[in-house]
């Protein structure tokens, strides 16, 4: 039989660690760089990130649509991009629930979504953050053409917009 000396260190770990009930929202336009910063400043602390991008790229893998994201595959394309983000949505609940650290990574391009979001962490007890991942239009349409899954340029240029229209 333990007695609960055994048990200490599990009963002070949960009260005492450093990520629970942080939100790290991440924002900035495709190819700003966020996922870089994301892995560089949160790797290896526990935070749970949130990202539908990792959902629908395995997806895209997984029934083999390319991740140039051509034209003719638009419509197969948006049903698996809607099954990623309910997955992330569901994850995102759990997470929360958990009390986990989060890192909410995405575009900043929705203002009303993450003020809601923002609310209902802040509700819950949540400190939270925004972290806000600059770049030139020039740079970010430089690096999209050199990722895995490229955006059209169309795409990149309306995101970086909005996301610079919501900066403030």
């Known amino acids: 039989m333990k007695n609960l000396t055994t048990y200490e260190s599990f009963l002070e770990e949960g009260v005492n660690d450093p990520g629970i009930l942080k939100a790290f ?84 391009r929705d203002y009303d979504k993450i003020k809601e979001q923002k609310a209902l962490l802040d509700q819950l007890g949540y400190d939270s953050y925004m972290i806000f991942v600059n770049t030139t239009l020039e740079v970010a349409l430089q690096r999209n053409s050199m990722r895995d899954r490229v955006l059209p340029d169309a795409i990149v240029i309306q995101n970086h917009k909005n996301v610079q229209r919501n900066i403030n």
């Open 25 to 108: 929202f991440m924002a900035g336009g495709p190819g700003s760089g966020k996922s870089f910063v994301t892995n560089r400043a949160f790797g290896g602390t526990g935070l749970k990130t949130i990202n539908s991008d990792n959902a629908f790229e395995r997806a895209l893998k997984k029934n083999g649509l390319s991740l140039k994201m051509p034209e003719d595959e638009a419509e197969a394309r948006d049903i698996l991009r809607d099954r990623a983000k309910a997955m992330t949505g569901s994850q995102m609940d759990l997470s929360i629930r958990g009390r986990l650290g989060l890192v909410i990574d995405g575009t900043g």
